[in-house]
Every structure is written in C-alpha cells, then in structure tokens.
C-alpha cells in the first residue's frame, strides 16, 4: 500500500514518459493532468492510465512531438485535427486555443477530432475558469457503452460533459458521465470485487446486472442512462452530446465499427466580462451558493456540496498525507520502469 | 371536450390579445408559440397559459409593444435587457440576434434579463436548426422549486435546457427541465386528481410525496433533481445552469426573495457549416440515428425514440385531428374572450 507525494508521482511519470521518447514539455503535460486526478480523488483517471499510455505509445497510436493541425477557423472557432497525438497534450492546446480565441471574441469554441483519450474534463475547464472565463467541455468515445432508452443493448458513449465556473475563490467544476455512471467506476468495482448496485447496468434482455465481471464478459452488456425513472433525460443529453462531440468535431458519433479509441472533443470557453461585470458575476454566485447551501439537510447526509467542493477536499487532503497508489497499479509502474531503464528513486 | 384546429386556436389567441392592446405581430408570436406547445402535445405551455399572461398584462408586469434593448455586445455574443415585453417576444427577439451573429461570426451567445415567461424553449431553439445551426437555450425562474443533493427543501429552479440540431429531415429537438420533473407536469397531475409517482417530490423531512396537493400546500415542498441514485449529477447540471442563465444575464440567480418571476436566458447559435461540411454533418448523424435505433428493444416499449421524435408524431396527429382543450381552460379563454369584447365565432 504505497503512498507517494504528488512531487514524486510527477516525476516519476514524467520520466517513464520521457523514456519512451515522449518530449520533456509533453512528458510533464501528461504526468500533470494524471496526478491532478490522483489528488483530486479521481484515481480512475489517474496514473492507473499510464500503462495504457505506454503501450499506445509503443504502438504507434499515440504520437509524440506532434503538431495539432487547425483545419478550420474563425475569430470564434476553430476545428482541430489532433493528429493522434497524446490526448493530454492535444487537449491542452485545443484548450489554449479556445481560451485565446476568447480573449479576442468574447467566445472560443474548439472541436478535435483524431486525439487520444484525454483523462480528466476538469483539467481543461478550469484552465478556461483560471482566466475567469466559463469553461465547457463534452467528449465522446468511440466506443458504445450505454443502452438507448428503451434499449438493452450498447449504443452510446458514456459522453461526459465539463462546466468550470469562476468564483472569487476556487473554480466550481462539475464533471460528469452523461450516464448513471462512467465506465471507470465499474472497472473499480470489478477490481475490488464489489457488486454494482441495481440501476447501474442491464444486460441484453434489460435484466440488471449486480455482478462487474459479466459487464466485461464477451456478450457486450449496458449501462443505463442517468435519470432512473426520467432515464429518457439522461438518454437525450448523451445523444446530444454524441453528436456535438463526435459530430461537430468530425471525429464521428459513436458507432459499432471498432476504431481507433480516442475521444471527439468540443470545447468552449466564454469570457464572463462580455456578458457581466466580473464582480457582479462573482458576488451573484457567491450568494446563490450560500442559498444553496443554506437548504435543511436530508436523513443521511451531513452538508450540502457544490460541485467542486468533493474534489477540493480530498485535493487538500492528500496534498497533505500523500497519495495512495494501489498495489497492482504499483507494480505495473514498477515494470515499466525496470523496461524502460527509469530510475524510480 | 372541446377540439379545435390550430388555426383556430392561433386565431382566437391572437385576437384575444390583440384585444389586450398587443400589438397584432407580438400577438401573433405569443399565439404561435401556445399553439406550436399544444400541438406538440405540451399542453402545461399551450393556450393554458393565455389567462396568466393577460393577468400580468393587466397589472403592467408584462408590458406589449416594448423594444428590447442591447446593453452590450460583440461580433459573437450580447446582453439584452427584455424591459419586461412579453417573453414569446423578448425571445424570439433574442434568438434572431444569436442567429444573426452566428451567421456572420459562427456563433452567437445572448443572454437576456427582465424577460416574462417564455413558453416552450424549443419554440426558439429551432429557429437555429432551421438556420442549419445548433440551437441550445438554457433558462432559469426566479422561484426556487428544486432540492439540492443531500437537501430537502426547494433552493434551484428547474432549469430546463433545450438543444435543437438540424438534420436532413426534421431537427432533433431535446427539451427536458432539468429536475426529475418539470412543476407543469404536477400541476397537471393535480388537476387530474391523480398521484405522483414516488422519485418526484420530497417533503421537508425528506420523505416521497405522491399527493400533488401537498406540493401546492403552504409549506414549500420539493422536486428532486434529475438522476435517481446519481441525483448529484442532476442537481450539478441544474446548479450550473441556473448560474449560465441567472448569472450570466445579470437576471439572477434561483433565490429565497419574491421577485416579478420571470426567465433569465442563455442562447446559443452555432453554424453547423463552420466546423464541418453540412453534408458530413447531416450524413453522420443520420448513421447514428439508425445505429441508437438498431438496440434490441427493453422489455415493455415498442421501439426507441430519439430526442423531438414524440412531438413530431403527435403533432402530425393533431394536425389531422384537431387540438383538445379541457373544459376548465376552454372556460377561462371563454370568460376572458366575453371580458375583452372578443367573437369566438
């Protein structure tokens, strides 16, 4: 049960990266947003990808050093061919570009097709939040995960969608699955062996599933749109959001030919000065939040949390006492290190 | 049991109004706007509405014949301020400037403040589809109705979104208030005497409701946010778009004070043509309607719809067999009619 400081995760991926003759810049780009996940809580997006990483590397299906190519532009927008380059560092310059735009034109919208999996939304929104502007991201995979409503069977991506909002203080940051669930958080239960809780998954007669290891048998099985009893809402949203992703960013929506898995990407950063003053704006939120927060509790629970707030703790909190890598993660870093000739101190 | 055309109903509406001192092209939007929600079988936003708004017509709250003013702009994005016009109007108004300014820039952003009611937002949202552009409208009330994950009393409006996208056919159209449950549908069930399904509401100690009366009662009673065992994604989408459509709009935010309730309003148009060939986009996403489409059916539906596809099917039945109106509101437009000296033939 290892633990390690952020400092040291960095570096160490940073280096693993480098070996495989990924640049200093885009080594660091990469080890950046995977150990940002790891604090903020998300480890299913954290270094545990870093293997994966390595073999699309190895592969040749994740470029390194590569330039991203703008197709398409305007003051506004721009279309973005990521040329298969490592997905974080894709999106970070798709980001960039979005933000830059904005700066100018008050709106930057940026969509990317051909980039690898690009980790964490919330990295890239909150760079837009970070220069008070409000940051959206949505993704689509190419892969089909989630069951139409009225279906049992996989025809959506699991779509997440982004939204950073500047405050005075830290960013709020929603960052979700379009879906009851993302798929990272089944592999989680399957690697603990825990059941997953009804309403997560259905098979292929609409039946639920409590048992993850059938998810990842060979008979491909679903998960169901956000909403329960409104699962059609759910179900609409990921649609839309297949398309806006996959559609507007000429990455394609999702579809049952096996492709290279990446992500389509849409993103927009909106400076809030066009719109409100700055201070104004701040001072409404603030004051929303407080009204928020200041409803009766439910049976259960403890406080009410805007979003954000989950990760900013456990952020502080392993800031603090460091971050715990899984032993089977652990090793195979490990591994890849002792192959790649790193040093891992 | 009364049923009627709808040029009939557009007719009788716009007359109605007309007779309020509205000007006849701002009746004729109010009208189509009615008429179009109880064609496409919304009837909580169809002619139901017709007595309210001459209610905040007669006291001055909703004023005819106003131009809305932009306080500030660019080439990309702009602030109006609805100086209180009838909401059918300020936002038809709004959605032709978004329209206007993505046709020049790609995109166009508004958000408006001081603007009534403004119906169904799809109404506005295809404006931009038919422009072959993306429309998407988020908007907030004033009134807090929804409960934040881990609250039980009401502290978010129900924030619905619309997004409209073209396609070689009809646009997809989703149009889903942000919560499990939009209030019109409780009213409705009220109306009909009928229960409330437990996923709903919740009281203030947070236990089900199932008799809409009790929501209408003097104690403030809650709606859940949309996701059943995932409500915090929900409540996260509704707590971030309040904020893009109160905050953004200088409107505000959902808050405990009385206000004049109103919408505050997010639009965006985004032309298709500036990211990728309409003819790719429509191509793809014609290929991802029939793949969503091809999941083996769940037990207990028939086949799978996509977003816009039930509206579209009962608004080619009325067409043909006419728009029913319950007696309790053909009473009220009756009673209204007689008041304002209008023939109903």
Known sequence: MPIFTKNYLRKITSNILKAAKVPANEALMVADCLVESNLAGHDSHGIIRLTKYLDLLKKGKA????????????????????????????????????????????IGIVTVHHSNHIGRLAHYATMAAKQNMIGIIIVNGTRAHVAPYGGCEPRLSTSPICIAIPTKNKPLVLDMASSVVSEGKIRVRKNAKKDIPVGWLIDTNGKPITDPKIFYGPIRQSILPLGGIAGYKGFGLGFMFDILAGGLSGNGCTNKEDRHIGNGIFMEALKVESFIPLRDFYAEVEKFIKFVKSSKIAPGFKEILVPGEPENRTLQERNKKGIFIDDTTWQEIKNRAKELKVNLF
Not at 69 to 97: C, F
């Open 63 to 106: 470029k390194p050093g590569i330039k991203i190519k703008i197709i398409k532009q305007t003051p506004s927008s721009a279309v973005i061919d990521g040329k298969w380059g490592l997905g974080q560092v894709v999106a970070y310059r798709a980001m960039e570009i979005a933000v830059q735009k904005a700066k100018k034109s008050s």
